[in-house]
């Protein structure tokens, strides 16, 4: 049985369906991501589980037990805020307490475990002081540390890494991922970069107008896309359908090629039995560091994305450049046929 | 910073003095004169002395007007702060039908000159409610301060709820709080500041009030301004006047101050 079992949920705000019809079963000590752009509803979800949204219709169950419309604080869960929410006139140790003392656990015995949780982010020598003392990266610890001392069996976090800057937002997934496994909780992580949500999770919710578009491992999600929207979200896509299919494949059907999945060859070298290839001009050779991205226009007039990495040494670079003809090649298990 | 040049700036700063003086002297005269010796007040004063201020304090009229005065301002304190604050509540945390009509009934009562609100208050309680049992007497008076005191207290509170984070409530109830423990340790620690600025405005606006009271206090009973207002006319009190005015000086100033100190560590507290 999953540790979560929502079921036909939905949700709307006066005219526009924010959640519409979503079923999804999350494991125990899984650590799942809701993927999509802003607006697609996967926060809503998330607010759902925690309590802060009524469900119009469907349900939520924790464990068996239906907690659809319970209030916030009789639910198993905690949440890490976007902004965090740390309370301002409290201090980090009577922050990261406030839940115990809810919980009426004894003083002694809570500021014990406070300061525990406060030593696993690191953060001993901030016990004292006040929020707006902390720095963003500081306080994203602290909201942390104020969930995860409750031990709940399910962590949700919104958008937590979102107001990071950069470096310091890939340090804390990787602390993140290490905190679950360690700690053995359910974490449901929202957000909006496609890159974070395959760099942790088990598995990945792609969500759109309200709607569940795919559930998978990063690897499905990615290889296999479900949807044209799938296919375009997660990282970049070319995606052939209608007329241009079928001149390549013989038959209309929507396939999607990742750039990376495909190669430049002279415009008169051989291929495998295994790959296809189509013939084209190279438009544009742009280098961007790691990989040279390469946009073409193929006989058949529509464009496509190749991206190659820069594996060659200085100088041994046979690259393609503007105006070269070539041959677009990609093996046959790399065009991956997205259902209609 | 604007660039402004000496000159401008000399004129500038004679301006300020000149209004300061124009503002302040008279004040200033009224305080001095407190310490005439003499039972009328004059200029130059001759002679100083703490006479009247001991007469004062000794005169049971004027105490039983500084008893009355205080609680008559603590009572419309504590009632436009309840009151006041419930408002502000309801209008951030709900959408209805009429609020900004509501909104504008609540801000009112400030602006409607004293008078209307007296002779309406007097009206209400001799032809209404006298003849159908119910003498307020003293509370009527407390009530009446009450309404143009609401909106001190409603507008301080819900200026500070506006600004306020709605996921500081939404964590506590995520880490177990109820509704009550949720506005004792989070919601209320976040506007109390606001919150006793606007009780202080309150106190203040209640206490040196004139009109209004002079509809709606009982028979034989006094607050300060009142006692004031009765005694100014006989010339051989004038400078126990000036000490009781005194009083209100500085009974009224106390309050607006500490609120303006409130609302300024407030804002450095974000």
């Not at chain 1, 999600?221 to 375009?232: C, E, I, L, M, S």
């Not at chain 1, 820069?310 to 393609?320: A, V």
């Not at chain 2, 301080?156 to 506006?162: E, H, S």
């Amino acid at each position: 049985m999953a540790l979560i079992e929502i079921r036909n949920l939905a949700k709307a705000f006066g005219t526009v369906k924010a959640v519409d019809d979503v079923t999804l079963d999350i494991g125990s000590g899984e650590f799942i991501t809701l993927l999509g752009p802003s607006g697609s509803g996967k926060t809503t979800v998330l607010r759902m589980i925690a309590g802060f949204e009524d469900p119009d219709a469907g349900s939520i169950s924790l464990a068996g037990e239906d907690i659809t419309h319970l209030p916030p604080f009789d639910r198993d869960v905690n949440t890490v805020f976007q902004d965090y929410a740390l309370f301002p006139h409290m201090t980090i140790q009577e922050n990261v307490e406030y839940g115990l003392r809810t919980r009426k656990v004894p003083k002694v015995e809570r500021a014990k475990q406070a300061l525990d949780a406060i030593a696993s982010v690191k953060l001993e020598q901030t016990a004292d002081r006040l929020p707006h003392q902390l720095s963003g990266g500081q306080r994203q610890r602290i909201a942390l540390a104020r969930a995860l001392v409750l031990r709940p069996r399910v962590l949700l976090l919104d958008e937590p890494l979102g107001a990071l800057d950069r470096q310091l937002r890939e340090e804390m997934q990787i602390e993140l991922k290490k905190i679950q496994r360690d700690a053995g909780i359910t974490f449901i992580f929202v957000t909006h970069d496609q890159e974070e949500a395959m760099r942790m999770s088990d598995r990945i919710v792609v969500f759109n107008e309200g709607k569940v578009e795919q559930v998978g491992t990063p690897q499905d999600v990615y290889n296999k896309p479900a949807t044209r929207f799938v296919a375009g979200f997660l990282g970049a896509a070319n995606i052939l359908s209608g007329e241009d299919a079928k001149k390549i494949f013989g038959k209309s059907k929507t396939v999607s090629i990742r750039p990376e999945r495909m190669r430049l060859q002279p415009s008169n070298s051989k291929i495998s039995n295994d790959e296809s290839s189509v013939s084209a001009v190279v438009q544009e050779a742009a280098f961007v560091g790691a990989n040279t991205v390469y946009i073409v226009e193929t006989e058949f007039g529509f464009r496509l994305n190749v991206s190659k990495t820069n594996t060659e040494l200085l100088g041994q670079d046979k690259s393609f450049a503007a105006g070269d003809r070539v041959l677009v090649v990609w093996h046959n298990s790399q065009a991956a046929e997205i259902p209609a | 910073m604007l660039r402004i040049s000496r000159l401008t700036k000399a004129i500038l700063i004679a301006i300020v003095g000149f209004l300061l003086i124009f503002m302040y002297t008279p004040l200033f005269v009224l305080i001095l004169n407190s310490f005439n010796e003499s039972q009328i007040s004059g200029w130059p004063i001759e002679s100083f002395s703490t006479k009247w201020w001991a007469f004062a304090k000794d005169y049971q009229p004027i105490r039983d007007a500084l008893l009355n005065s205080v609680l008559v301002a603590t009572g419309a304190m504590i009632i436009a702060s309840i009151l006041g604050t419930l408002f502000a509540f309801a209008m951030k945390g709900f959408d209805f039908f009429g609020k900004s009509t509501v909104n504008i009934l609540i801000v009112l009562p400030i602006a409607l000159p004293g008078i209307v609100t007296g002779v309406a208050f007097s009206n209400t309680y001799s032809n209404f409610l006298s003849p159908a049992g119910i003498n307020l007497g003293y509370f009527g008076m407390i009530v009446a301060h009450a309404t143009f005191c609401i909106v001190m207290v409603f507008n301080n509170v819900f200026a500070r709820l506006k600004r306020m984070n709605p996921s500081l409530q939404e964590a506590s109830a995520d880490l177990g709080a109820g509704l009550w423990q949720t506005f004792r340790l989070v919601t209320f620690p976040q506007f109390r500041t606001s919150f006793a600025a606007g009780a202080l405005l309150a106190f203040a606006l209640s206490f040196d009030e004139v009109v209004v009271t002079i509809f709606t206090a009982p028979p034989g009973v006094d607050t300060l301004p009142l006692w004031i207002l009765k005694e100014v006319g006989r010339p051989n009190q004038a400078s126990v006047v000036n000490v009781v005015a005194t009083v209100v000086i500085l009974l009224s100033l106390i309050p607006v101050y500490v609120s303006q100190r409130l609302a300024r560590a407030q804002e450095e507290e974000r």
